[in-house]
């Protein structure tokens, strides 16, 4: 009666081990499971997230890589650098300015404008990329 108890225990285990090693997230073949397909939604670079610099939607909890600079005291609005997300960075992704339409590098940025809001989330708004906003 035990053998048989620890034979399932047995099994159970190697059944749990078989799995993670195969399906779960450390496995190699997890990216290529037709499950864990990271749909590819473009959309309108003005729009909730939607990355202004590769127009890609961005998943929830990601965010686009700034470099705000300190402005006035007196005004709330702030100078601010937008390098892009995760997914124009890191992957061959085609990057544009979304005012005069060309191809940024890895090391170009678009120029932009926060206007820090009291109680709402800021507003930005994109002036152009360095390329075509000098100053």
Wanted: aromatic share 12%; with cysteine; net charge positive.
């Amino acid at each position: 009666m035990i053998q048989i108890l620890i034979f399932i225990i047995i099994g159970l285990v190697l059944l749990w081990f078989g799995y993670t090693l195969f399906f779960g997230h450390l496995s190699p073949f997890y990216p290529y499971l037709p499950w864990n397909k990271k749909r590819v939604i473009t959309g309108k670079p003005g729009d909730p997230q939607i990355c202004p610099v590769c127009s890609m939607k961005m998943l929830k909890g990601e965010l686009v890589k700034t470099i705000a600079y300190s402005g006035n005291s007196q005004s709330r609005d702030r100078i601010v650098h937008i390098k892009g997300c995760y997914s124009c960075l890191e992957k061959d992704l085609p990057r544009r300015c979304p005012i005069c339409r060309t191809k940024l590098s890895l090391n170009d940025y678009l120029i932009s404008r926060m206007f820090e809001r009291r109680y709402q989330k800021n507003h930005i708004h994109i002036l152009g990329c360095n390329k075509c906003r000098k100053g």
